[in-house]
């Protein structure tokens, strides 16, 4: 038995059956990841959204191992179909970040231009940093612009990535590490950077640093941090789509 026909004809777009394995899989990892996190207590190296994008991208090189194709092209055939229809679901979920944001809006209304200009003088000495650490560990070009939009969320950052010569792939990845780890050292960087009596900073932190993940533990601490985290998730995202293709122009990235 082939792959096609164990699948269905993957390469036929008139087939719909073969997305509802993409959705198949990715539900499934996602719900290990959540049966781990909960049976560990909240270890972060089993934060469901980590452990559900190695797990995945183990059952699919075993699959395609199996039934002797490339892991790319059995990516491209099974997996893609059914991802591509989860991943639509990122940009109304993206957009719901409006709602804690609203409900909190009097505190936005009053820093509003300390919270623009901190993220926007962050985001800047970010890109900064990460060019010259990347260049400096020996990456080329593509893994560098893949790396600069980190910042933003993974439904902003990866089409940014992929307009700037980078690879989306590497893109979420990074933004998905970004967020397991500042969700399990949260704790620790609001005690270091003192931040336990100023929930405006713990939220832009969370937010900024740990996308949709951060924004998760900032609702977790409080209203005003989880506000302040939404914030810092739209904001980035615009300021990463207006600063990252000019910067990555700039330094011949592409």
């Known amino acids: 038995m082939t792959w096609v026909n164990f699948f269905g004809n993957a390469l036929d777009p008139k087939v719909g059956g073969i997305a509802f394995f993409g959705i198949f899989l990715s539900l499934v990892v996602f719900l290990i990841g ?3 996190f909960k049976i560990t207590n909240g270890f972060f190296l089993c934060q469901p959204l980590f452990v559900g994008m190695v797990l995945g ?7 395609s191992k199996w039934f002797g194709v490339s892991l790319p ?19 109304p979920a993206t957009i719901a970040f409006a709602i804690p944001l609203y409900r909190r809006n009097d505190v936005f209304k009053k820093f509003w231009l300390e919270i ?17 650490v990347a260049k400096a560990a020996g990456l080329n070009n593509a893994m560098i612009s893949s790396m600069l939009p980190q910042a933003a969320t993974t439904a902003v950052a990866m ?12 893109t979420a990845m990074a933004c998905i590490l970004n967020a397991v780890l500042i969700y399990a050292l949260a704790d620790v960087l609001i005690k270091v950077f003192r931040l336990n009596s100023d929930p405006v900073g713990a939220g832009l932190g969370l937010g900024t640093a740990g996308h949709t993940v951060g924004s998760a533990k900032a609702v977790q601490l409080g209203s005003v941090q989880g506000a302040m985290a939404s914030i810092a998730v739209v904001v980035i995202s615009i300021v990463v789509d207006i600063v990252v ?10």
């Open 34 to 36: 959540q049966w781990l």
């Open 57 to 63: 991208i183990f059952i699919l090189w075993l699959l």
């Open 73 to 91: 092209t059995f990516y491209q055939a099974a997996y893609k179909p059914g991802g591509d229809i989860l991943f639509w679901f990122l940009n």
């Open 116 to 132: 623009v200009l901190s993220l926007i003088v962050g985001m800047v000495i970010s890109l900064v940093v990460i060019y010259f």
């Open 159 to 170: 089409p940014i990535s992929a307009a700037v010569g980078g690879n989306s792939a590497v």
């Open 245 to 254: 293709p000019p910067f990555a122009s700039m330094m011949h990235l592409f």
